[in-house]
């Protein structure tokens, strides 16, 4: 009797028997019949081939173990966990959310950044369901949520923006609670170990302080062992050190394979953990690509900071060498530089005319810098 | 100290109290409804008039006289009724008489002999309904004046005639027991309507609403889930209720499938009427002050701790449309009264006021957000 072990890989989902598996280090194309197992014996690496759903029978040409394994259907890395077309949503003459469109793929986390008012939590909460949208469509893990939204629920796990539980409640009782609602239950154990929560278990929640309360929201998100997770601005008026460790959990969701669907108005945030951002503002997306793309192509190159500059016409000398440079409130100059190569003629210029500063960074543009290239207002000042 | 900072904090608390029409009728309107409405109760509005049934024996010109007196005191309404001597205890018992005085067939002929014999009395009959007390205790005193009166210009102060008080249903009830069937209809209402407001306000500001709407949970069964605990705690503060009430005050009580009716009835009715207010409240501050407005005027209009006929007639009008006088009635009728009848007739109303409220509320209860 082979037992039936459940595939890790989710770029071909085998069911295999006997303990045969597809290495995950192996990159193939995964619509060809011929593909490759490991021996569970010794380890070999053996060629078979076979169609989608079919088991083959296999015998290590190494050291002879016999087993089988079941050639599944293929689920592509490209397969959407989400998606949303020309979704819109209108208050009276207010267009919130203005026809957008866009997919996540599974087992990403995909942010979607923008200013407070652009319409992120419009648009999550048309997504999860809370809102019903003016028009458009959106479907989760294939499914119409306009029809078929009960199914989704068991598949999905949702912390809303400004989610606060029951007080007097302790962080396990509150698990408990959520936990019972869904047919596919997680471990409470388990996510309370892993979002180091073990301290805190039998606290009540009014007791926590704001990080651990959004961590524990985290962990709400996360009973019924959802596939997606949607995150809606959850380190959203933390300190930057209970912010950080909010981060640390969401990174380990991905690690974990979930797919996470953030909203938030921290450019680091989305730099920090998303592998694609979609920026929207005044409901309209405004950009869509991975951080490194959008920054390629919307960026400013890199950022020189001359820190403490105590020469007054450091700019003018600056600018006459034809370079962008601006002055900071704080003294700081920053000058913008496409190529890095250029560093050195900086460095050069203010040998050159003696200006004194108390050091030089250098950095590269970010998001702040996209959304400013492409509203023409800083992000940050935007929310203000 | 920053006169700007506190300037702009000032401005700025003064636009939100503006722009929110709730917390404006809630905190300048409802008081002066409140105003008007006690007001009305404790002040000469309405001038308030206790009837009292009046059995004239005599039916002589002093005896009608005497019940005239009594009727230009503006606090009595006086109504003359032909009753024998024997039946008059049924009368009371069958018609609901809070009070009723039996002036006897010697009152005329005892005043006119005292010139002849200064040891002559007569007595009127007071019948009072304990239950009543701080009504009764006015009446009481009203009529003790008159007589008082009398016996100053008949006899130069000598007590000719006397007041012989008799209490009705065997003085087997107390205020207390008037008083306790109300604070359990008071306390369900309370409990329900707070705790219905608190799930559809600060549940649904804290994202607990819109949580639940992501998890497989339906809106059915989370508002059934609140109502069992609700009538959990119904029937916990109407247990703990009645103990105090025999136990420290000796009441008498009668535990009845009525009065179990009337608990899960009244919960249903109040937690519907909960989700109503919820419906227009957004915010804790403004569902905290419209629970008060319901309840409030509800606690005092409603009977819950002195008569009705200590009100105005129009306020008494009033109350018979407020949902806690028949709770308060259904619980007196059928845990002290044991007027079945009664109180079968009020459950009827309270349930069909439940069944409107928590229909209403339950249409009305929305998870989504607009």
Known sequence: ?384 | MNAGIIWASFKADLQSFYRSKATLFWTLLFPILLILMFGAIFSGVGDAEYELVVVDYDDSDMSVMFTEILNDTDIIKTNVKVIEEENILSYIKNNDIKRLIVIPDDFEQSLNTFYFDENVTTSIKFYFDQSEQQTNSIIRSVISAVVIELNKNISGGKDIILIDDIETISGEFEFIDFFLPGMIGFTIMQTCIYGSLERNTKFRKDGILRKLLTTPITRTEWILSKMLFQLFLSFVSAFLIIVIGIFLFGLNIHISLLMFILIIATSFLFTGMGMVIGRFVKDEESAGMAGGAVTFPMMFLAGTFFPLEQMPEFLQTIAKVLPLYYVNEGFRNAMIYLKTDDAIFHSVIVLIFAIIFFLTGLILTKWKED
């Open chain 1, 1 to 384: 009797m082979f037992e039936e072990i459940p595939t890790i890989e989710s770029i071909l989902p085998l069911k295999i028997y006997n303990s045969f598996y597809i290495p995950s280090n192996i990159k193939r194309d995964i619509f060809m019949m011929e593909r490759t197992v490991k021996c569970p014996n010794c380890g070999n690496t053996i060629t078979t081939s076979g169609s989608y759903g079919e088991v083959v029978k296999v015998i290590c040409p190494y050291c002879s173990t016999k087993g089988k394994v079941t050639f599944g259907y293929p689920i592509s890395s490209d397969e959407s966990a989400i998606e949303v077309s020309n979704l819109r949503k209108e208050y009276g003459d207010l267009v919130a959310v203005n026809n957008i469109s866009f997919k996540v793929k599974k087992g990403e986390v995909f942010a979607f950044l923008g200013p407070n008012g652009a319409g992120k939590t419009t648009t999550v909460e048309m997504i999860e369901s809370i809102r019903v949208p003016t028009a458009g469509a959106v479907k989760i893990l294939g499914n119409d949520i306009s029809s078929s939204f009960d199914q989704v629920k068991e598949r999905i796990g949702v912390l809303p923006q400004e989610f606060h539980s029951f007080e007097r409640l302790t962080v396990r009782e509150t698990l408990e609670f959520f936990q019972k609602m869904f047919k596919n239950r997680a471990s409470i154990n388990e996510i309370i170990a892993n979002l180091d929560l073990k301290d805190q278990e039998n606290k009540l929640y009014m007791n926590l302080s704001g990080g651990l309360k959004q961590r524990v929201g985290v962990a709400i998100s996360l009973v019924n062992n959802p596939e997606i997770v949607f995150l809606d601005e959850p380190s959203t008026g933390l300190d930057p050190k209970a912010r950080r460790e909010v981060w640390e959990v969401i990174a380990g969701l991905r690690n974990k394979g979930k797919t996470v669907f953030l909203t938030t108005h921290y450019m680091e945030e989305a730099e920090y953990l998303a592998d694609h951002v979609a920026i929207i503002h005044k409901g309209n997306i405004i950009a869509e690509g991975s951080v490194e793309e959008l920054i390629r192509k919307f960026g400013e190159g890199s950022i020189l900071d001359i820190k403490n500059c105590k020469t007054e016409d450091a700019i003018d000398a600056l600018k006459q060498s034809g370079f962008n440079a601006k002055q900071e409130d704080n003294g700081d100059i920053e000058v913008y530089i496409e190529h890095k190569e250029r560093v050195l003629e900086i460095l050069s210029i203010l040998r050159h005319e003696a200006i004194d500063y108390d050091a030089i960074d250098i950095r590269r543009s970010n998001l702040e810098e996209v959304f400013l290239h492409l509203t023409g207002a800083k992000l940050s000042e935007e929310d203000e």
